[in-house]
């Protein structure tokens, strides 16, 4: 019996070490997305186009851009081109988590916090 247990045991930790979640990066470095998040208890949605090297993001009938540095295939920097005001100058760090066919899981915060946040934006343009 205990034999058997451990067996088990062993089998479900195997096969549960060797799932990996997708992270096809590449796939979401280009194209339009959108991107729903609650402010001040209200749902709002973000449109954004990016290419390799820009970002322009649509919210509230306003249009925004900023300028793309990619460290790797999953992880790149984002600086507003024309800030107005201080906060938006800093920069921010986005990270792709994990991704599905047409959605992808990213976290980011200001460079250089340890405040993160968690998103998922969806691919709706290539």
Not at 47 to 56: A, K, S
Not at 88 to 99: D, G, N, R, Y
Request: positive net charge; hydrophobic residues 35%; charged residues 30%.
């Amino acid at each position: 019996m205990l034999i058997r247990f451990t067996i088990a045991l062993i089998s479900c930790f195997l096969l549960s070490s060797c799932y990996e979640q997708e992270r096809n990066c590449t796939k979401f470095r280009t194209g339009t997305f959108e991107f729903e998040t609650l402010l001040n208890g209200e749902l709002v949605k973000t449109t954004f186009v990016r290419n390799d090297t820009l970002e322009i993001d649509y919210f509230n009938n306003k249009a925004d851009s900023s300028k793309i540095r990619w460290i790797n295939d999953c992880e790149y920097i984002v600086k507003k081109i024309n800030p107005q005001r201080m906060a938006e100058e800093k920069a921010v760090h986005m990270k792709i988590l994990t991704s599905t066919k047409d959605t992808y899981t990213f976290e980011y915060a200001l460079v250089g916090k340890s405040n993160k946040q968690k998103g998922v934006a969806k691919k709706i343009k290539d």
